[in-house]
T-cell receptor, first 115, second 116 residues
């Protein structure tokens, strides 16, 4: 079974600085998707960024980018120019490209932005 | 509708009572998922519906938990004889299922269940 591990329960960063959240995963599959979701206090899960495993190029969405290291099974999220609205729980998630479509989530990292 | 709707948003129940949680997916989304999120924890998969296929119930923690979905419409998650460890936020999500190759889920805001 696939597992996702986020080793940082909490992180904090100064406003306008850059922060990197870590994620590692375990799978025997070669074709899959990886995601970062943001969960603010409203509880709504918001998709931040996604990466297809077959793509070598790291995904980027405005201030958010990933460092995808397939051989190391690592998928970190970098947030540049941190803003107060970025404060939330961040979850890394894995989904197989075949068969069951359920997402497997890590335990989350709580990100605090200091003004 | 425009988004995934869940009701109620909050539910307090007495231990031993049955509860029903409702999820209204996005129109046209064939796949529907239920997850449980205990306080300070990640999301735990419960059950997954895809069109008219048999649901994947592999995440249901006990036979007190069940879920139904008719076609591609509303789903209800039922918890019988609730226990205090059932206290959690129950999140529902929907997607285009087999027609979506990018794994794009849309989540609802969840139901916070408190068993006292």
């Amino acid at each position: 079974a696939q597992t996702v591990t986020q080793s940082q329960p909490e992180m904090s960063v100064q406003e306008a600085e850059t922060v990197t959240l870590s994620c590692t995963y375990d799978t025997s599959e070669s074709d899959y998707y990886l995601f970062w979701y943001k969960q603010p206090p409203s509880r709504q899960m918001i998709l931040v960024i996604r990466q297809e495993a077959y793509k070598q190029q790291n995904a980027t969405e405005n201030r958010f980018s990933v460092n995808f290291q397939k051989a190391a099974k690592s998928f970190s999220l970098k947030i540049s120019d941190s803003q107060l609205g970025d404060a939330a729980m961040y979850f890394c998630a894995y989904r197989s490209a075949r068969g069951a479509q359920k997402l497997v989530f890590g335990q989350g990292t709580r990100l605090t932005i200091n003004p | 509708g425009a988004g995934v709707s869940q009701s109620p948003s909050n539910k307090v129940t007495e231990k031993g009572k049955d509860v029903e949680l409702r999820c209204d997916p996005i129109s046209g989304h064939t796949a529907l998922y239920w997850y449980r999120q205990r306080l300070g924890q990640g999301l735990e998969f419960l059950i997954y519906f895809q069109g008219n296929s048999a649901p994947d119930k592999s995440g249901l923690p006990s036979d007190r938990f069940s879920a139904e979905r008719t076609g591609e419409s509303v789903s209800t998650l039922t918890i019988q004889r609730t226990q205090q460890e059932d206290s959690a936020v129950y999140l529902c999500a929907s997607s285009l299922g087999d027609r979506d190759l990018t794994g794009g889920y849309t989540f609802g805001s969840g139901t916070r269940l408190t068993v006292v």
